[in-house]
């Protein structure tokens, strides 16, 4: 066998050694969440359940707050992957956008416990959250960007020939935003999983009326 060949195999097991190693680390990580919520998670027992040296996940994960944000970012991209094979149907922007968070909030809500210490952990405002966060934000804005065209992945050529514009970007951080400010009330036991959708329906109402009359405003000077 040929040095650069075996190199080459040695690099790729590697990689798939580690992956498996950090998907087994989120898992443990859910699995605890979901058991005992946010204070169940302590990073002395996702290492030994994981069966990985606690040296080891220090190095990889500064907090069990890094665990949790880092594990939601995989389920986007779980659910990136998902929306490709299958895109939101609908009939109108409105539609698929209602649909795409109704989808979104079922299933983070179906693990209530691990949703509630996920919302909790990405609002800590720890540094080494942020990257997290922003990769989290930035894959749901190519999703939701995706889903107002009806399409299930906005590609780079896509993007390159018809760049998002200020309007869908615009919908797209706010929607965002109002989503998680209501995960927050549903989080603190302020109101259901039916209120956040709900939420989500209004505020995307009110957008786009504004939005519409913002653009026939424009049209009309």
């Known amino acids: 066998m040929h040095p650069t060949t075996s190199g080459c195999d040695d ?18 990580a859910i699995e605890l969440a979901e058991a005992g919520g946010y204070d169940n998670v302590r990073q002395r027992d996702v290492a030994a359940r994981a069966g990985v040296a606690l040296g080891t996940l220090y190095k990889r994960f500064r907090s069990k707050e ?10 986007s991209a779980k659910l990136e992957r998902r929306i490709e094979k299958t895109p939101i149907k ?3 922007v409105e539609d698929r956008l209602l ?25 800590s405002g720890q540094p080494e959250v942020a990257r997290h966060v922003v990769a989290y934000q930035g894959r749901m804005n190519a999703m939701l960007i995706a889903t107002m065209r009806g399409v299930g992945r906005l590609t780079i050529g896509d993007a390159t020939a018809d760049p998002p514009t200020e309007r869908e970007q615009t919908l ?18 302020l109101h259901s999983q039916a209120d956040v959708i709900e939420h989500v329906r209004m505020a995307l109402r009110l957008y786009l009326r504004a939005m519409d009359a913002e653009d026939k405003d424009k049209r009309s000077r």
């Not at 690099?11 to 443990?28: G, Q």
């Not at 797209?172 to 036991?189: D, H, I, P, R």
Request: glycine share 6%.
């Open 11 to 28: 690099r790729e097991a590697v990689s798939t050694n580690e992956k498996s190693r950090i998907d087994k680390i989120f898992d443990v």
């Open 66 to 75: 890094d665990i949790l944000s880092a594990a939601l970012e995989r389920d």
């Open 90 to 92: 609908g009939d109108s």
């Open 99 to 123: 649909g795409f968070y109704t989808m979104l909030t079922r299933a983070l809500c179906r693990r209530p416990h691990y949703a509630r210490a996920v919302v909790r952990a990405m609002a």
């Open 172 to 189: 797209a951080l706010l929607l965002q935003q109002n989503w998680f400010a209501s995960l927050v009330g549903w989080a603190a036991g």
